[in-house]
Structure formats: structure tokens, C-alpha cells
């Protein structure tokens, strides 16, 4: 009897202050112990949580009705019967109690009890008909169905999410005849393209060849410009307007919203239906409007709120806030496993980034939604030859020990980068919290849509869109490529078939590098305004586009002083004239790599899921090198992850396990 | 009842796209694609044909061949052949129930913008929405939620339901609105 006191002591103590500042949860942690050793106060108590349950028939994200802004009304149609006796609160299962406010903390030790009591109950009564039997072995089955539905949910979301965005990122430059549906590279699939120029075909029109009838010329360009930059603007209009009429929780990148759910926070309707529809219908909005920002952590979000809503399905997982953070935590596996098409990198970034709490059996759970959202979307084939994810590489050229001095270059690039941008960023929207600035969101948007896309587009590297440039950076140069970035000087009676040595660098690597730089430059400052604005952003794609572009300037670079200057010392033991020993691809993953782990301070799951991206398992000594050395440098300069300062910054309630109090600032004061 | 129809939604549209996806090849959607690159004074080309996987190899695809007889083998073994297959089916699909949805929620947004307001006001006579203006302030579009919802307490029948759902909703919208977009205590 006395730990049920307690706990529900607890918990009434926490669900009647109303919050009116979110940093205001510690302060209810005084009332811990009162009530508690005084049984007098405790039959109060007992009393006083019958006339406070709320109405357990709603669905869990509408908040009660008849609930002031201003304080806490106890919500129940009659109050409860006063002939119930104390004892009967004890024993029956008290379901009403299990609803929480908004903004308050569950009670993980009481949820954690009630499912074991609930457990307890079926096993008892399963010995006594086939019925009961059978119902306790669907509820241990239970878990794992929910599993699949998540992982065909989040698959086939992605699936919408990927075509769609491929789609409408296409619309801003051109029309397919053949079908209004396809995409610039499916439009062109039939037909037969030139080598030197894979993109034209008579089917796809860009909007100058429709309005005017030929492409070519200074006003062709000029109208092209001018509808980029119409349509741009009207698809981040339709997100900002759309997210702010029906969802407004749907903007942001969601991942530290869901890092402080998952810890035991309550968000009423952040994981509801429609933050789920509005939420994947303008991400394809954003990414579309070439803004610099990614679908990865949105996606994340997506893949929750299939968790939240499916768990209503099954009442094990409705009832129990506890046991619905570890389906959540499974389902932000799911959400990476597709965003990246690694299902192991998922479950490693749940584990790592996402989760606050994760048992053994979450891990399997994880794995195995993982794994069924991975293999939706594979069969669903967005991209055609049934690869997962956009940038798939096939590397397998050997690197040099001594090429980890650029590598470990680049880790503390990544570092630097990660850092400044934390800051930046974060001094950005602390301004958009505070000053006038955060009431213009519509006019935000636009005004940094208008500046993206009149930067981007006479950039051919800005212009195309971050997942196919971060793709052409990755891939190493064959015989097979006539991008302007493979323009190397030939020399094709010394080539063997398709390994290509290290070449001088021709007029087109030349061209392709200072306007990367541009890119580059651009790509850094643009994002630190873009991350946070009202509409769905992510920044995975954006770090990564930043780091591969410098990855891949850095390993040109390397390249041509090892085939200029063959006979200095550093290179000539292992790169002799003729061999192709540097390869520049690798650099811009490296690159990638490091840049993503300085903003996220990710280790572990950043390097699975970027060698499950590349298949290249003699990558990881670079990748753990970069990976770990931007780490430390990153945290030398600033402590947290762009995610922990986006929660500090809003002050949400997370208890962070490696933060330390300092003595002047202690719980006392 | 809503929740209920959602699921049913979501999971029809997952049940379609899934069943899309293992759909029956059309026989137009497949392709083998041979890139051969600059060979002598013969400038690089790409080939396409509509073949199956095995007959997918540069012997096949490449025609009219480019070089004579003793030359074929060595153009072909620089050509890069691959087998790619894709479902237009899907993609027509996806996109079409993607800009319905897209239609369906900027119709609805016009609706409660615009024509909801004046179909209220021509309900409830001008001074009562004078009132109510005074009251709340709110110029959002969910402004007379509260309204509505003290209003309808006393009717109960199935449209009523739908509508007091429906004020519901907007009351939890209006919330989330406040939060992040004035007081900026979410989401920054």
C-alpha cells in the first residue's frame, strides 16, 4: 500500500499546478514529499484524486474542454460517487488517472508499476479460459504488430515524401510533356540522351522553351530565373500558411520537441493527426522551394506521429505513457532507417540522439521497425533501381595512411564549422524569440526564400537540389562521367579500363571548383537563417552538403599536388605517376561526415549510417577519424548539440545526464 | 469517430501504395541502358532498349554498333550496362493523391478564411459579431470558437457533433498558435 500513496501523491502534485513557464517543472519537485508519511493528508489525497481524473474517454492529444487558460479545473461530469470506499481506489486499476495535463511530466515509476499490475492481472487470467489465454498471448503479440504497422506507415510515407519532393523540386525549372506527373530524369527515361548532355530531352520543356518556344538567349534565362524564383516563393507561402493555419506545431525540425517528449515530457498534439498530414505535406513544400534545409529530421518527427497515432490501436500502448515512449523510440528508428536508407544507423541515432530511456527489448523492437520501413520503401522504388536513398555510392578504392593528415583537416573543419554554426544559429533564434522579428513569420519565410532562390539559381551547384549535389560530390570520377566536375585532361591510351588514374585537372575541374566555393560560402550562411523558421526543416542534408563540398575542394586540391609534385617525398612511396591512388569522392564523404558530427555531435550512428550508405566497410578508420576529431574540437569550443542548445534555449524540461551543476547555482537558491 | 476515420485513411493509403508497389511490371517501365564512352574518333553515346535482365549486355542494346567487327569487343568492354526498372504506375499515383490532399487542404483553408465568416455573420445578424469581436480580439480565423462551443451545448444531434468537433479542433489550434507564434514558449 505505502509506495502507491507515494507515487499517487506524487502525481496529483504534479498534475494540479498549472505551468505557465515551462522551466517552472523543478520547482514542483518540492512537493515530493509532502503527504506522503501523514496518513491523514494521504486519504485526502486519495479523495481529492477522484475528483481530479479527467475524462479518460477523449483521445489522449485534445486537452480537455472546459480547462481556463489561466488555471486548473478539475473536468468530470458529475464527481465521483462518495460512498466508494478508499479501498476500492486501491484496488481497481484507476484508469482515469492516467491522462496527464499539457506541459507536465509523466510519472514514469507509476506507469512503469501500473503495466506490471496490468500484466500481473492477464497472466492470472489466462489460466482460466481459452478466451483469457488468448488474449494474454495477442497482448505479448501486440508490441510487435505495432512494430510492423509503424514501419509500413513511416515506409510508405517516405515513399510519398520522396516522390513528391522530387517531383516539385523539378517544377521549379520545366514541365514534362509526356505526363505532368514525372519528374525531369523519369520524363527522360525513354528517350535516348547525348553523352555530353544528360539532361535534355525533347520530352521535358523548361518554362522558357514553353513560354517562348526556345531556350536559348538572355531572356529565355531571365525568364527562367524570374519563375524559379515565383515558384519558390509560392511553395514556401502555401507551407508557412498552411503549417500556420492548421498545425503550428508542425515547423521546426521536431527532434528536440521529441528528445524532451521522450524523456517523459507532455506535448499535447505535437504527435497528433494533423501535425502528422500537415507536417509531411509541407516538408515537400519546403524542400521543394529550394530553401537549405533537409527532410531527415522532419522525418523523424513523421515517423513519431505514426507511432503516437497507431499506438491508440492497441490498449497496452494507449493507456501506458511509459511503454508509449519505447513504441516512440522505435518509431524515430523507423524515421532515420528511411531518411538515409539505413535501418542499423537508425536504430544506433535512436539509441544515441533521441531516446531518454532504452531497454534491451526496445533495441529489437527498434530494429524490426527499422528493418519494415526500410523494406516498404524499397518496394515502393522511389528512385528506380530499387536503391534506398538518393546518394548510394559503390566506392572501393584503397586509401593511404597518410592520408588521414587531410582527414583529421577535415574532422577539425567539421568541428569549427559545427560550432560557429551552433552559435550563430542559436543567436538567431533567440532573436526571433525576443525582438519583433518572431512576429513576421510569414514575411520571414518569404524574405529568406526571395534571398535563397535569387542566390541559388545562377549557381549551377545551388541551383540543382542538396541530395543530388551531396550525390554528384560523392561520386568518383569514371570514363563513364561528362559532368563538369570529371573534366580531367585524358589521356585515354594509358587507361585500363574503367580505374582511371590521377589526371591534371582540366578548364571544367577549374570552373567547378570556385564556383563550389561560392556554393560553399553561400550553403554556410543561408542555413544559419533557415534552421527554425515556421516551416519544416531539417538540417542533415544541409551539414552534409557543406562538408562534402569542402571535402571534395580539399581532396581536388590533394589531388592535383599528388600528380604535379609525384616526386616529393610524401607521395612518392605509394603514389607514382599513373597510379590513381587519391580519390576525391571519399574526401567529400569524410568531409560530410565530419560536418554533420560537429553540428550533432554524433559518433557511433554517424558512422554506421555513413558507411551504410556507401558500402564501403574500409571507410570506417577514416570516418571514426573525422568523426571523432570534429567531435572534440566541436566540443572544446561549445558544449552542446544543436539539439540540446535548441532545448536549452526553449527551456524545456530535460534532465541532461551530462550537464553538471555548479556550486553557485545550486537547488537551493 | 474522427480518429477512427483518419486510421482507416492512413491505412487504406498505405494499403494502396504498398499493393503499388508489387504490382505488375509494365512492360513500358523497364530498360537496359548502356553508357559507352569515347572510343578512337567515335564520340561517347548512351543507349537505351526496352529488354529483359538477361539480354541486358552491350551486344544487345548497342545498335547500329559504331565500330567494325574486330573492334566491337573492346568498344563493348568499356560500356557500362545496367538493368533499371521503375513503376510509372506509382509515381502517377503518389503524385496525383499528393496534389489532392494539397488541394483539399488549401480549399479547406479558403473555406475558414473566408467563407465561414460571412456565412456566420449572415447566421447571427451583425451585433452579435460585433460582440463578439470585442470580446476576444482574435482576428484569427478560429476567433468565435469559444462562442460556438458555449452555444451548441444545448442541441445534441449528429451534424452538431461534427461541428462541436469541429470547434474543438480550431479552440486546440488557436492553443498551439498562441504558443508558438506569440509567446514563443514552443519551437522557438
Not at chain 1, 405 to 419: K, N, T
Request: aromatic residues 10%; charged residues 20%.
Amino acid at each position: 500500500m505505502f509506495p502507491r500513496e507515494v507515487v499517487d501523491s506524487v502525481s496529483l502534485e504534479v498534475s494540479k499546478v498549472r505551468l505557465d513557464g515551462l522551466e517552472a517543472l523543478a520547482m514542483d519537485q518540492k512537493g515530493y514529499r509532502r503527504g506522503s508519511f501523514q496518513s491523514a493528508t494521504s486519504d485526502e489525497d486519495m479523495l481529492e484524486i477522484a475528483g481530479a481524473s479527467v475524462d479518460f474517454s477523449m483521445a489522449d492529444d485534445d486537452p480537455p474542454l472546459d480547462r481556463e487558460m489561466g488555471g486548473f479545473s478539475s473536468y468530470n461530469g458529475g464527481g465521483m460517487n462518495g460512498t466508494r470506499t478508499m479501498m476500492d481506489f486501491l484496488e481497481e486499476p484507476l484508469p482515469g488517472v492516467g491522462t496527464y495535463e499539457d506541459f507536465n511530466t509523466i510519472d514514469w515509476v507509476r506507469e512503469k508499476s501500473r503495466d506490471r499490475d496490468r500484466h500481473r492481472e492477464i497472466t492470472n487470467r489466462s489460466k482460466e479460459s481459452t478466451w483469457a489465454l488468448l488474449h494474454s498471448v495477442s497482448d505479448a503479440f501486440s508490441g510487435w504488430l505495432l512494430m510492423l504497422l509503424i514501419g509500413l506507415l513511416a515506409g510508405s510515407l517516405a515513399g510519398l515524401i520522396d516522390i513528391s519532393a522530387h517531383w516539385m523540386t523539378d517544377l521549379k525549372e520545366g514541365v514534362c510533356l509526356a505526363g505532368f506527373w514525372f519528374n525531369h530524369e523519369h520524363c527522360c527515361w525513354k528517350s535516348n540522351t547525348t553523352f555530353t548532355d544528360r539532361d535534355k530531352c525533347p520530352e521535358w520543356k523548361s518554362w522558357s522553351q514553353l513560354i517562348l518556344g526556345h531556350g536559348e538567349g538572355a531572356f529565355a534565362y531571365i525568364l527562367n530565373y524570374l519563375m524559379y524564383v515565383i515558384w519558390a516563393l509560392m511553395f514556401s507561402l502555401l507551407a508557412v500558411l498552411l503549417v500556420k493555419g492548421f498545425a503550428p506545431y508542425a515547423c521546426g525540425s521536431g527532434i528536440p520537441e521529441i528528445k524532451t517528449i521522450l524523456s517523459g515530457f507532455i506535448i499535447r498534439g505535437y504527435l497528433g493527426k494533423w501535425t502528422l498530414v500537415i507536417k509531411t505535406i509541407t516538408l515537400v513544400l519546403a524542400v521543394s522551394s529550394g530553401l537549405s534545409l533537409g527532410k531527415e529530421g522532419p522525418l523523424v518527427h513523421v515517423a513519431c506521429c505514426c507511432g503516437n497515432i497507431l499506438c491508440h490501436l492497441f490498449t497496452k500502448y494507449r493507456k501506458n505513457e511509459a511503454k508509449r515512449r519505447e513504441v516512440l523510440s522505435a518509431a524515430a528508428a523507423a524515421g532515420v532507417s528511411v531518411a538515409f536508407g539505413a535501418p542499423i544507423g537508425g536504430v544506433l541515432f535512436s539509441l544515441e540522439e533521441v531516446s531518454y530511456y532504452f531497454p534491451l527489448k526496445t533495441l529489437w523492437r527498434s530494429f524490426f521497425a527499422a528493418l519494415v520501413a526500410a523494406f516498404t520503401l524499397r518496394s515502393i522504388n522511389p528512385f528506380g533501381n530499387s536503391r534506398l536513398v538518393l546518394f548510394y555510392v559503390e566506392f572501393h578504392m584503397p586509401w593511404h595512411l597518410l592520408e588521414l593528415v587531410p582527414f583529421i583537416l577535415l574532422g577539425i573543419f567539421g568541428g569549427l564549422w559545427g560550432a560557429f554554426f551552433i552559435r550563430s544559429n542559436i543567436a538567431w533564434c533567440r532573436r526571433r524569440k525576443t525582438t519583433r522579428l518572431g512576429k513576421y513569420p510569414v514575411l520571414e519565410v518569404l524574405v529568406v526564400t526571395a534571398i535563397t532562390a535569387v542566390l541559388a539559381f545562377p549557381n549551377e551547384y545551388t541551383r540543382m537540389s542538396t541530395s543530388e549535389l551531396i550525390s554528384e560530390l560523392f561520386n568518383d570520377c569514371g570514363i563513364l562521367d561528362s559532368s563538369k566536375l570529371c573534366e580531367y585532361v585524358n589521356d585515354f591510351n594509358s587507361t585500363k579500363g574503367d580505374d582511371l588514374p590521377d589526371r591534371a585537372a582540366g578548364p571544367g575541374v577549374y570552373t567547378a571548383m570556385w564556383q563550389l566555393a561560392l556554393a560553399l560560402v553561400m550553403k554556410v550562411f543561408i542555413t544559419i537563417f533557415t534552421f527554425g523558421m515556421k516551416v519544416p526543416s531539417g538540417l542533415f542534408i544541409p551539414s552534409m552538403a557543406v562538408g562534402a563540398i569542402a571535402g571534395r575542394l580539399l581532396g581536388v586540391a590533394v589531388e592535383q599536388l599528388a600528380f604535379y609534385h609525384h616526386d616529393w617525398a610524401i607521395f612518392s612511396g605509394w603514389c607514382s605517376q599513373g597510379a590513381d591512388c587519391i580519390t576525391p569522392g571519399l574526401y567529400a564523404m569524410v568531409g560530410a561526415a565530419a560536418c554533420l558530427g560537429g553540428v550533432t555531435r554524433m559518433t557511433v550512428s554517424l558512422v554506421v549510417i555513413m558507411f551504410e550508405l556507401t558500402g564501403g566497410l574500409e571507410y570506417i578508420v577514416p570516418l571514426m577519424a573525422a568523426a571523432m576529431t570534429s567531435k572534440w574540437v566541436a566540443d572544446a569550443i561549445g558544449r552542446e548539440g544543436i539539439y540540446d542548445a535548441h532545448i536549452r534555449l526553449n527551456g524545456y524540461p530535460f534532465l541532461e545526464a551530462k550537464e553538471e551543476f555548479s556550486p553557485r547555482r545550486g537547488p537551493w537558491m | 469517430m474522427a480518429a477512427r476515420g483518419a486510421r482507416l485513411c492512413s491505412l487504406l493509403l498505405l494499403a494502396a501504395l504498398a499493393g503499388l508497389g508489387t504490382e505488375a511490371k509494365n512492360s513500358e517501365d523497364v530498360r537496359c541502358k548502356c553508357i559507352c564512352p569515347p572510343y578512337k574518333d567515335h564520340s561517347g553515346h548512351i543507349y537505351n532498349k526496352n529488354v529483359s535482365q538477361k539480354d541486358c549486355d552491350c551486344l544487345h542494346v548497342v545498335e547500329p554498333m559504331p565500330v567494325p567487327g574486330p573492334d566491337v569487343e573492346a568498344y563493348c568492354l568499356r560500356c557500362e550496362c545496367k538493368y533499371e526498372e521503375r513503376s510509372s504506375v506509382t509515381i502517377k499515383v503518389t503524385i496525383i493523391i499528393y496534389l489532392s490532399i494539397l488541394g483539399l487542404l488549401l480549399l479547406y483553408m479558403v473555406y475558414l478564411t473566408l467563407v465561414e465568416p460571412i456565412l456566420k455573420r449572415r447566421l447571427l445578424g451583425h451585433s452579435q459579431l460585433i460582440q463578439s469581436d470585442e470580446d476576444i480580439g482574435d482576428h484569427q480565423p478560429f476567433a468565435n470558437a469559444h462562442d460556438v462551443l458555449a452555444r451548441s451545448r444545448s442541441r445534441a444531434n449528429v451534424l452538431n457533433k461534427v461541428e462541436y468537433a469541429q470547434q474543438r479542433w480550431k479552440l486546440q489550434v488557436q492553443e498551439q498558435r498562441k504558443s508558438v507564434f506569440d509567446r514563443h514558449v514552443v519551437l522557438s
